[in-house]
């Protein structure tokens, strides 16, 4: 799937994946390749994605919005969490 990950500063993650796992308002979710479409809002938490590759990626995120299309295309539009400065 083509998986977009936005932040209002900066794209976060952007290219193919295997899958991608977060936190919404309805528990975690995982979507996959060829995922129903959805819309969903997110909560903070771990943004956990496997690329292509396989390589695991771990982006922290605030609240946010997940969207799935038909066209097997996934994007995320998340609060950045500033993990440099956080105590």
């Known amino acids: 799937m083509k998986l977009s990950i ?3 500063k900066q794209v976060l993650f952007e290219g193919e994946a295997e899958s ?3 936190a919404t308002e309805g528990g975690e979710i995982t979507v996959l390749d060829n995922h129903e479409p959805l819309i969903a ?3 903070p938490g771990t943004i ?3 690329d292509a590759a396989g390589k695991e990626h771990f ?6 919005f997940l969207e799935v299309t ?3 295309a996934t994007k995320i ?3 950045e969490v500033d993990t440099e400065n956080r105590k």
């Not at 982006?59 to 946010?64: E, H, R």
């Open 41 to 43: 809002t997110l909560t």
């Open 77 to 79: 539009l998340a609060d």
């Open 6 to 8: 936005y932040s209002l």
């Open 59 to 64: 982006i922290p995120a605030g609240a946010g």
């Open 70 to 72: 038909a066209e097997n």
């Open 48 to 50: 956990t994605v496997k």
């Open 20 to 22: 991608v796992n977060c």
